[in-house]
């Protein structure tokens, strides 16, 4: 039976609404650091019971909260400049507008089937491959060649599906630019919020957004987001490094279970 709260009803009991908010803290502080927060944040809504046309919109309103408080912090401390970044910026937000767009028409089981083999290619990348260094010229040029297909490929999936779409930012950033790991998350986290918000607006259109739920989420994603941006740029690499590796294979392993095996 549904409650009342405020001018909103609320589809779940009062005491799921405050374990989807402490949830949405964790993952906004995990996301902000590494990527993957919707590795908690999804089964979580699945869980309480939401119907899952709602759970991909309701995710995206309260992600994108937490993608703007992050990728606004690495902004204010320069290690994001998006002038350096306009073609990904515009990749993104198209590719997550098709996504969004056809998010209810195009089958995503094969995309389902292949992601735990990318994430988990992910996290070998960083587990064996060492952490990159910072580029001599701290300065260096950032080549826009690759940015309109990446932001493309990564803004379309954002909308289709979205789990590890941060991660995968700044993975792909890694390899295809002189960046170190801090301002590969600074470029994962601005990225995640054009995606998002882009993608949610489809959503909205659609009306398929919870709007208490995403919201109540949505703040407590954006605090974690908060501390979680400031703890990953205090920390630097050594403290990133880690904690990304286990998000990434704790996603491989979470993804593999539900698309390989059919367990939720």
Not at 181 to 209: C, D, E, K, P, T
């Amino acid at each position: 039976m549904p409650y009342e709260f405020f001018s909103f009803q609320l589809s779940v009991e009062p005491s799921v609404l405050l374990i989807l908010a402490l949830v949405a803290f964790l993952a906004g502080f995990i996301d902000a650091i590494a990527g993957g927060g919707g590795l908690l944040t999804t089964p979580a809504l699945l869980t309480a019971g939401l119907p899952p046309h709602l759970v991909l919109g309701t995710n995206k309103l309260s992600s994108t909260f937490g993608s703007a408080t992050a990728g606004y912090t690495f902004y204010r401390r320069k290690l994001f400049h998006p002038r350096e970044w306009k073609r990904a910026l515009l990749g993104t937000l198209i590719g997550a507008l098709l996504g969004a767009g056809v998010a209810h028409y195009l089958p995503a089981e094969w995309l389902n089937k292949m992601l735990p083999v990318i994430v988990f290619g992910c996290g070998l990348y960083l587990l064996f491959g060492g952490t990159p260094k910072a580029p001599l010229d701290s300065n260096a040029a950032i080549k826009p060649k690759w940015q309109l297909p990446q932001g493309l490929t990564l803004g379309f999936y954002d909308g289709v599906a979205g789990p590890g779409t941060g991660a995968f930012w700044t993975v792909s950033s890694l390899l295809l630019y002189p960046l170190d790991l801090v301002r590969a998350s600074g470029v994962a986290r601005s990225m995640n919020f054009v995606s998002n918000a882009a993608a949610l607006s489809v959503f909205i259109f659609s009306g398929q957004v919870d709007w208490l739920i995403g919201l109540s989420m949505g703040l407590a994603v954006m605090v974690g987001a908060f501390f979680g941006a400031r703890t990953a740029i205090g920390g630097g690499a050594k403290f990133i490094r880690p904690v990304f590796i286990t998000v990434v294979l704790g996603l491989t392993v979470r993804l593999a279970w539900q698309h390989w095996f059919g367990q939720a």
